[in-house]
């Protein structure tokens, strides 16, 4: 392709560099925004006279065409291009002419680009906020439909106190939220209109850049024309906000693996969302877990390079710049992918209530219950404590859990102990009786539903 910039070199760019250079296959995937940005500023430059209205018109025609072709397939990406912007200017001067080239006026592409990826980001964005909103509303289902269910809570994944599964599950979704709104402050720190700054020190036309932020949904301008065509801190603010969304998937897949091997049978993976082995007949791996616990280190690895290459450059446009996208690009592709298989996976997923059940009353965690048992008659925290911690080595010595232990044999430890200590110990009851706020118990964990309801049904 022809490039629009020839004029100054003496010479023409080896292949080599020219492919080097080109972003075409990252940037392509723009064309949408490219095409929205150049017209609300085509359309601006006609409402304050910098354009004619005929230009304008032709313009508009030839943008709106070179759209349908792209979205039809009428009309394809040429790989030699060296970017979208410049596919897009070039396809638009075939079309119509002269018009076509009028529209780079008070323009450059390094307003272009930095408005088309903000364009873009704010899209993406809102979708996967959506993808989001899926696995929260599984993790809902999943909750309410198990409120019953009592597993162990683990600490250093020893068995520690016993909790709702439900409870278990909101902890997840309460961090999911957190990654919603995080992905919102992102947007709402973007979505300000670099459009008009030029190549870095505004231009001597008369434009407005506050209509060409309106009319693209901005919130208002980029008030420095160096920041807004050099910054990318956007870039990094999401990107560490699907850093956060992995690792909250990662762990959240680390559970899924464990709960669903043979060690732990907590839960049952639909077999949609299970794999077998090539060789061992009896297998059934959680492969999309293992993969999203994977795919972490991508988006990491995204996180990373972004600030890495944006690490003491100076103002303004800088060329190593363009390497933001490919990362960006790449976080939101894995993102979207994980999420796409996660929610599905976790509403199909079957919890086995009586295989967490029999895990968690082995283990002793109703010792706390047992200590605060004696505790509330009268007994020292840490005297409880030590007393408990030695029944504990004799009921492991001769294989029997706290409930087994016999009141006599309590009655020989303390005077305190009455019958009602096996009320104390009950499973189920330990966990009813922490009602303390975003406790365990069933109060607290219908407070989160609900909280969990209204936060969805405002999304
Ligand atoms: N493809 C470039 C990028 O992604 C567009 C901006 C190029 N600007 C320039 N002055 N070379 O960053």
Not at 46 to 53: E, F, H, P, R, T
Request: proline content about 2%; aromatic content about 6%; overall charge negative.
């Amino acid at each position: 392709m022809e490039k629009l910039w020839a004029g100054r070199a003496q010479a023409a760019t080896s292949k080599i560099a020219d492919d080097f250079n080109s972003s075409i296959h990252i940037d392509c995937r723009m064309y949408r925004q490219d095409i929205t940005g150049s017209l609300a500023h085509a359309a601006m430059l006609a409402a304050k006279g910098i354009l004619s209205q005929a230009d304008l018109a032709a313009i508009t025609t030839g943008l709106e065409g070179i759209l349908a072709d792209l979205d039809s397939g009428a009309l394809a990406i040429d790989p030699t291009a060296e970017d979208i912007h410049m596919f897009v200017e070039a396809e638009l001067t075939k079309r119509i002419g002269d018009a076509g080239k009028r529209l780079h006026t008070a323009r450059s592409r390094n307003d272009q680009v930095a408005t088309d990826l903000r364009l873009y980001l704010r899209d993406a964005c809102a979708s996967l906020q959506g993808q989001i909103k899926a696995l929260l509303e599984a993790i809902y289902e999943q909750a309410k439909a198990n409120q019953d269910a009592i597993m162990p809570g683990y600490t250093h994944l020893q068995r520690a106190q016993p909790v709702c599964f439900a409870h278990h599950l909101l902890a997840w979704a309460a961090m999911l939220q957190r990654d919603v709104t995080r992905l919102q402050d992102a947007v709402a720190r973007m979505n300000y209109s670099p459009l008009g700054c030029c190549a870095l020190a505004g231009t001597t036309y008369d434009t407005d850049r506050a209509m060409t932020a309106a009319a693209l949904g901005f919130d208002g301008v980029c008030q420095n024309s160096m920041d807004g065509v050099s910054d990318r801190d956007f870039c990094v603010e999401i990107l560490s906000a699907l850093a956060l969304v992995m690792m909250h998937l990662s762990r959240f897949s680390e559970e899924i693996i464990l709960w669903s091997s043979w060690e732990f049978k907590f839960v049952e993976l639909d077999d949609g969302f299970t794999t077998g082995s090539s060789i061992m007949p009896q297998k059934k791996n959680p492969d999309m877990a293992e993969l999203v616990r994977g795919k972490t280190g991508r988006v990491y690895g995204d996180l990373m390079g972004t600030l890495t290459m944006l690490k003491g450059l100076p103002l303004a446009y800088n060329k190593d710049m363009q390497e933001d996208k490919e990362a960006i690009f790449d976080a939101i592709d894995t993102v979207s992918q994980c999420l796409g298989v996660f929610a599905p996976m976790v509403r199909t997923m079957k919890p086995l209530k009586a295989n967490m059940y029999a895990a968690a009353q082995k283990g002793f965690i109703n010792a706390t219950d047992l200590a605060d048992y004696l505790t509330c008659k009268g007994m020292p925290f840490r005297s409880a404590y030590k007393l408990t911690g030695q029944l504990v080595a004799k009921c492991i010595a001769e294989g029997k859990v706290l409930e087994d232990v016999s009141l006599e044999e309590y009655r020989s430890l303390s005077e305190l102990f009455d019958q009602d200590v096996y009320e104390a110990i009950d499973l189920a009851a330990c966990v009813a009786r922490r009602t303390s706020e975003g406790g365990t118990g069933p109060a607290s964990v219908t407070a989160q539903l609900q909280q969990l309801e209204t936060f969805l049904a405002k999304m």
